[in-house]
């Protein structure tokens, strides 16, 4: 298995030194060192490390939770802090970012370790997740069929290329609002716990941008949430 690679962004030298000598000691690889946040975002377009130490008091204009942020969300690499720094704002800052750890100096060797690993495994979790989720999008858009998804109070939050097509919308003008306003004729729900089924190809209006309401018939499948109660629908349209 390759080194986990990590890149350490401290403005105190001794202490970065030391923390690259017991970094390289627990086995991982370390990119390279940064005092700033810009040598921080160069390292990382260069070097492409698993995981960033970050201080958050270093040197420049930014502080390690604004360069944080930066690196993440322009370059999703995970970030976890390591300073000396603990009082309340600054804590409540550092939170708001979603960090991938957390270390107070002076730093137990475990505890590093520990954290280190965590974060990595986090985000590698999180990438297969986003992953999946993007497979399955593109999956339930290559389908021929015409679907829309609701959450459980029956507001739009999907619609495959094909439902965009029929419709005239675009799924930023629709999602969040009443499936029924745009499905006209739909019944009551189901109540999946009476053991009802819904109803297969029910007759009703979809409402085009145009104005234009055209007749189809649409078969509704509830969406099963992780306490096994409905967390949704998967609508079926077909147009007569």
Request: charged share 25%; glycine share 8%; no cysteine.
């Amino acid at each position: 298995m390759p080194e986990k690679r990590i890149l350490i962004v401290e403005d105190e030298r001794i202490v970065a030194e030391d923390l690259k000598r017991l970094l390289i000691r627990m086995g991982y690889a370390v990119t390279a060192i940064a005092a700033s946040g810009e040598e921080a975002i160069r390292s990382v377009t260069t070097d492409r490390p698993d995981l960033v130490l970050m201080d958050i008091r270093i040197q420049g204009p930014q502080d390690g939770i604004e360069v944080a942020e930066h690196l993440y969300a322009e370059y999703d690499v995970p970030v976890s802090y390591l300073t000396a720094f603990a009082d309340a704002p600054t804590l409540d800052r550092a939170k708001a970012t979603m960090p991938f750890g957390y270390i107070l100096k002076p730093f137990e060797t475990r505890s590093l370790q520990v954290v280190i690993e965590l974060a990595i495994h986090r985000h590698m979790m999180e990438r297969v997740v986003g992953e999946m989720d993007g497979w399955h999008a593109r999956a339930l858009d290559s389908v021929a069929g015409v679907l829309f998804a609701t959450d459980r109070a029956g507001l739009l939050i999907y619609m495959n290329k094909a439902a965009e097509k029929l419709s005239g919308w675009t799924p930023d003008a629709l999602f969040g609002k009443p499936m029924s306003a745009l499905l006209t004729g739909l019944l009551e729900h189901t109540n999946p716990a009476l053991g009802d089924r819904p109803p297969v190809g029910v007759p009703g209006t979809l409402q085009k941008k145009s104005g234009e309401g055209i007749p189809v018939t649409y078969t509704r499948t509830s969406l099963e949430g992780a306490d096994g109660q409905p967390d949704g629908e998967l609508i079926v349209v077909n147009k007569i």
